[in-house]
Nanobody, 123 residues
Framework: QLQASGGGLVQAGGSLTLSCAASGRRVSLSDMAWFRQAPGKEREFVAGIKRSGNSYYADSVKGRFSISRDSAKNTVDLQMISLEPEDTAVYYC???????????????????WGQGTQVTVSS
């Protein structure tokens, strides 16, 4: 089970940190990722972190977002700075228990999903 939190309303240029708490599975043994979905759009990849600890990002968020893992808390965080109105979406954390293969940018690669947390960036 995944529980996402930390969303909210922020002005453009502001920052937020999302957190995903996992139960039943160690995040350090899994590949984890954040996706987002804006109204009327498909769910899109935002950032991922491999079991190895390697992280990777969508081009649209590189340099602004940072994904990290806290093994002690069993959480995966997404730190977001320099937020833009285009970042407005529901953000979902997700987990792949196989933790195999390379970087995964598509939603179908992940088995478990959290409920999502709303991020709204005002201009």
């Amino acid at each position: 089970q995944l529980q996402a939190s930390g969303g909210g309303l922020v002005q453009a240029g502001g920052s937020l940190t999302l957190s995903c708490a996992a139960s039943g599975r160690r995040v350090s043994l899994s590949d984890m990722a954040w996706f987002r979905q804006a109204p009327g759009k498909e769910r899109e990849f935002v950032a991922g972190i491999k079991r190895s600890g390697n992280s990777y990002y969508a081009d649209s968020v590189k340099g602004r977002f940072s994904i990290s893992r806290d093994s002690a808390k069993n959480t995966v965080d997404l730190q977001m700075i320099s937020l833009e109105p285009e970042d407005t979406a529901v953000y979902y954390c997700t987990l792949d228990i196989t933790a195999s293969g390379g970087y995964k940018y598509y939603a179908g690669a992940y088995e478990y999903w959290g409920q999502g947390t709303q991020v709204t960036v005002s201009s």
